[in-house]
């Protein structure tokens, strides 16, 4: 059966599901093995955001704006980083702390003017330090996502950096394979196989087995993502070049 170590195209899976559950295309109409596939590509990357949907967005925040939109296409978000100047976003940038909407609410009440300045009539300003999410994370373009709320409000134009996870293209458009179906295969498929059991009604050790199937792939899985961020190729393994001991 094609998939395992070699991956599932958007064929081959389906093509699996129907043999696992011993059925065909009658019963697993295309439209309801899509239904499987797209329930159990959203049930992964809720369980274990992929590290190869990372993304990075660079822009401009303007003076005495506090918001910026939240980069289309983003699934979530998983840092700020802003610059003191326009010019060198190459450089170390300031990461912004992520807090809620009552916190920021609650800084900005405790301040006027400039940033540590007591004085009255005008809004607190300087080099954001916080960002906070706001109106929903993310969209399909700029104008439905959601946005980020920063404080205190620029009080010049920064270049702003965000990191974050996109929504990852699903199987059902991407039919020759991606980068689920290829790198945790039999996560995926079983992960359609509990969704397909469950439309089926069938017996629940059935579902049992594969729900636990699936848990221990995404176990497995995980440890290999985590495993990938503390080392890369040139670091890790033995030294190859002989180091001579100084003499005794």
């Known amino acids: 059966m094609a998939g395992g170590l070699t991956g ?22 295309a439209t309801i093995t899509d239904g ?16 190869s949907d990372r993304q990075e967005w660079q822009g401009t925040v303007a003076t005495d704006v506090n918001t910026v939109r939240v980069p ?3 699934q979530f978000i998983r840092g ?34 400039p940033e540590g300045s007591t004085a009255s ?12 999410m706001f ?16 404080a205190p409000t620029p009080d010049a134009n920064y270049v702003i950096k ?36 469950s439309f089926l009604k069938g017996p629940a050790d059935m579902l049992t087995l594969y729900e636990g199937k699936y848990k221990q792939e995404l176990q497995k899985f995980a440890s290999m993502q985590i495993g990938r961020r503390r080392r890369d190729d040139y670091t890790d393994g033995t030294i190859r070049i002989p180091i001579e001991s100084p003499p005794q």
């Open 36 to 51: 499987f596939i797209m329930a159990a590509e959203h049930r992964i990357n809720l369980d274990i955001p992929m590290d």
């Open 162 to 197: 965000i990191y974050g996870n996109a929504m990852p293209t699903g199987l059902g458009t991407n039919t020759s394979g991606t980068y689920v179906s290829r790198y945790f295969p039999q996560g995926l498929l079983y992960a359609c196989l509990v969704e397909a059991f």
């Open 80 to 113: 700020v980083e802003i610059f003191n100047s326009t010019a060198n976003s190459n450089e170390q940038g300031q990461w912004l702390e992520r807090r809620d909407q009552t916190f920021l609410s609650e800084y900005v009440g405790r301040l006027t003017g």
């Open 72 to 74: 289309a296409g983003f």
């Open 135 to 150: 109106g929903g994370a993310t969209g399909l373009t700029d104008t439905t996502s959601g946005s980020i709320l920063m």
């Open 8 to 29: 599932y195209s958007y064929t081959t899976l389906t093509t699996a599901i129907q043999d696992y559950c011993e059925v065909d295309t009658t019963v697993f109409t």
């Open 121 to 132: 009539g005008a809004d607190v300003t300087g080099l954001p330090k916080y960002y906070a």
